[in-house]
């Protein structure tokens, strides 16, 4: 297997961290992103710049100027990126109505646009070499739009929209664009769950409290009764890298508990979509 260039992003904790660890066992050369390496992610960006074939660049993601640079910096080097890992991202919790503007914002510019940035500046390179890999790290949350979980659920319905026509338009140029869709799992991310800005609404909706408790509740059943393993994930996007170009899925669902039925779904809409692109007169980008 050819030794590749891979750039992954939010790599200082959970599905990020692994996915390094396990790329660079490999022998990829990986390029890892972590924002604030001189601050609180000091300690993480030290740990991680010591694993052989690792390299860690300090990137604000939401910024077109960090991104840029970190892009450059790889293409000086290496003359090229192979797979772009978009892992990072943040969620948020509670009442969708608590979500001011500001909140979607937020949640749009690290969820939907920062992975769609990185995807702009690597693509030339890629339909270039007429090879590239995307993987974009979405959720059960990009084919479901779960309550309580509003905000987060539509950026990734917006991570997916953006992966999956471009899955079908960059294919004919040997590049892959693959979507990973992972349950709930106990990572650092369910740590720094935030939530809406706007707590004047809550009282309102008191009376449905008691259902939100028995979510995360069902939540932390599901932990302490099934395993878990955030590795999980990490070993999906390796088998991704693995496979020859052309052969990718484009959705690899990851979640031992509620996984079935979001696969339900992705096969049913695939069928669907088939005959909708057959129909628009597309049918040569399905194969």
Do not use: C
Not at 108 to 116: G, L
Not at 231 to 243: K, T
């Amino acid at each position: 297997m050819s030794k590749k260039i891979v750039l992954i992003t939010g790599t200082n904790s959970g599905f990020g961290w692994l996915t390094a660890h396990s790329v660079a066992a490999l022998e990829h050369k990986v390029y890892a992103t972590i924002r604030d390496t001189n601050g609180k992610n000091a300690e993480k960006a030290k740990a991680l710049s010591q694993v052989e074939n690792v390299t860690v660049l300090d990137v604000s993601l939401t910024d077109d100027t960090s991104v840029k640079n970190a892009v450059d910096t790889i293409l000086a080097k290496e003359g090229t990126i192979d797979v772009l890992v978009n892992n990072a991202g943040i969620t948020m919790f509670g009442a969708a109505e608590s979500a001011t503007p500001t909140d979607i914002q937020r949640m749009f510019d690290v969820n939907v646009i920062a992975p769609w940035r990185l995807m702009k500046l690597v693509l030339p390179y890629m339909r270039k070499q007429s090879e590239g890999l995307i993987i974009n790290v979405s959720s059960g949350s990009g084919r479901f739009s779960f309550p309580f979980s509003v905000a987060y659920g539509a950026s990734k319905f917006a991570l997916e929209g953006l992966s999956e026509g471009l899955h079908y338009e960059v294919k004919p140029f040997g590049v892959d664009v693959a979507i990973v869709q992972p349950g709930a799992y106990p990572t650092e991310m369910a740590q720094k769950i935030q939530v809406g800005a706007d707590s004047s609404v809550l009282d309102g909706y008191k009376a449905i409290d008691e259902i939100q408790n028995k979510m995360f509740s069902a939540i932390g059943q599901l932990f302490e009764t099934i395993d878990h393993n955030p590795q999980d994930v990490a070993d999906a996007v390796v088998s991704l890298i693995n496979l020859p170009k052309g052969q990718r899925p484009l959705r690899t669902v990851v979640d031992p508990t509620t996984g079935e039925f979001v696969k339900a779904a992705n096969d049913a809409v695939q069928v669907e979509y088939a005959k909708a692109l057959t129909a628009f007169g597309m049918k040569d980008l399905l194969t």
